[in-house]
């Protein structure tokens, strides 16, 4: 059951998403590989409170780094906002799931190793970095959504606040999209 739920959350995923991926054009399109981006790459998947805590936090702070890189090179004020509300909200959060996992679970050993899902964005700026900078926050965000759904969907959180986390997470970042979808619809 969990593995077709799993499935079912990629396959939604993917067919909101592809129309940008079809798109594809000669040259540096929407949905084209570009120099140093990895792709979409793996979703993860999540099976407890602490896993979701431990890949979120990287996953978060992945974001951060890059939302930094746009608002420091970003000619559109919507863009830089919208680096700047990430860099708050992420920041916020990551430091409330640290706080969980110090308080609850102190002793656990974290071998995780976050494997980055977005570009690098060196010599990028302007109307190119918002570009790809949408093109991949769309695809982290859904990593981010998923995770949050397969903790509320599999009854996964130990505690109300994680459960609270991940479903603020879950509706923020899916809003996100719509708005980055429509952006990328808008400007190019």
């Not at 936090?57 to 830089?80: F, G, S, Y």
């Not at 109307?127 to 998923?146: K, N, P, R, S, T």
């Not at 479903?167 to 899916?174: P, Y």
Request: aromatic share 10%.
């Amino acid at each position: 059951m969990k593995r077709i739920l799993i499935i079912t959350l990629i396959i939604l995923a993917a067919v909101g998403i592809g129309a940008n991926i079809v798109s594809a054009q000669a040259g540096f399109g929407p949905g084209m590989m570009w120099p140093g981006k990895m792709g979409p790459g793996m979703m993860e998947s999540v099976n407890s409170e602490y896993e979701f805590l431990v890949k979120m936090i990287p996953h978060h702070e992945e974001a951060v780094t890059k939302a930094k890189i746009l608002r420091d090179n970003t000619n559109r004020e919507e863009m830089r906002e919208f680096a700047k509300d990430i860099i708050e909200i992420q920041t916020q959060e990551i430091e409330e799931m640290e706080k969980y996992l110090a308080e609850w679970y102190p002793n656990r050993t974290n071998n995780y190793h976050y494997q980055p899902m977005m570009g690098d964005y060196q010599g990028l700026s302007g109307e190119e970095l918002d570009y790809y900078f949408l093109e991949d926050m769309i695809f982290h965000h859904m990593g981010a959504v998923m995770m949050s759904q397969q903790l509320i969907m599999q009854d996964l959180a130990e505690h109300q606040s994680v459960y609270l986390l991940a479903r603020s997470i879950r509706d923020s970042q899916r809003q996100e999209i719509f708005m980055m979808r429509d952006w990328l619809d808008k400007w190019y």
